[in-house]
T-cell receptor, first 109, second 115 residues
Framework: LAKTTQPISMDSYEGQEVNITCSHNNIATNDYITWYQQFPSQGPRFIIQ???TKVTNEVASLFIPADRKSSTLSLPRVSLSDTAVYYCLVGALNTPLVFGKGTRLSVIA | GAGVSQSPSNKVTEKGKDVELRCDPISGHTALYWYRQRLGQGLEFLIYFQGNSAPDKSGLPSDRFSAERTGESVSTLTIQRTQQEDSAVYLC?????????????FGDGTRLSIL
């Protein structure tokens, strides 16, 4: 299973764009990249998923370079409510997810 | 619509007792997963049900752990002779398991504390 590496923590001010980069050097051909968000005492919540290039939805963008060895989750104009742990996961579709420790994002007023 | 529901939300029990945790997946979701999350850690996969296929039990940490699923609905995770290291949040997720990779939807878990 491909292992991911992401920063343990990040701080940001409200209104700023936040970019969280994840390394996955051993990603396999059939692996997808998925990001989840988790608030305290809640289950993880799906944010975005991609295979290559760029994916955008109503809450985030995901940038994946051609070699797919890394990916960057971009959160536009964060607010205090975006304070959470963000997990980068790599794996084949419809398989159990492999979680690391995630990135703890703290948004400051 | 209704999301994944887990019960109880909290469970405190004495070491050596058996516990049963329940998961009600989203209606129509064929895939169901159980994970465990220790304090400050990421989630660990436990077991995976997909339709009528044999479950993937490769993540179960010991033979004290077992799980069942009735058709494509409710699942129960049973831990026998609980130990203190079993204290964790147990999370259930379900998905449609489509070829397009429908994401997993999680419940808010059962917080299990073993005294």
């Amino acid at each position: 299973l491909a292992k991911t590496t992401q920063p343990i923590s990040m701080d940001s001010y409200e209104g700023q764009e936040v970019n969280i980069t994840c390394s996955h050097n051993n990603i396999a051909t059939n692996d997808y990249i998925t990001w989840y968000q988790q608030f305290p005492s809640q289950g993880p919540r799906f944010i975005i998923q991609g295979y290559k290039t760029k994916v955008t939805n109503e809450v985030a963008s995901l940038f994946i370079p051609a070699d797919r060895k890394s990916s960057t989750l971009s959160l536009p104009r964060v607010s205090l409510s975006d304070t959470a742990v963000y997990y980068c996961l790599v794996g084949a579709l419809n398989t159990p997810l492999v979680f690391g420790k995630g990135t703890r994002l703290s948004v400051i007023a | 619509g209704a999301g994944v529901s887990q019960s109880p939300s909290n469970k405190v029990t004495e070491k050596g007792k058996d516990v049963e945790l329940r998961c009600d997946p989203i209606s129509g979701h064929t895939a169901l997963y159980w994970y465990r999350q220790r304090l400050g850690q990421g989630l660990e996969f436990l077991i995976y049900f997909q339709g009528n296929s044999a479950p993937d039990k490769s993540g179960l940490p010991s033979d004290r752990f077992s799980a069942e699923r009735t058709g494509e609905s409710v699942s129960t995770l049973t831990i026998q002779r609980t130990q203190q290291e079993d204290s964790a949040v147990y999370l259930c997720a379900s998905s449609l398991a489509l070829a397009t990779g429908e994401p997993q939807h999680f419940g808010d878990g059962t917080r299990l504390s073993i005294l």
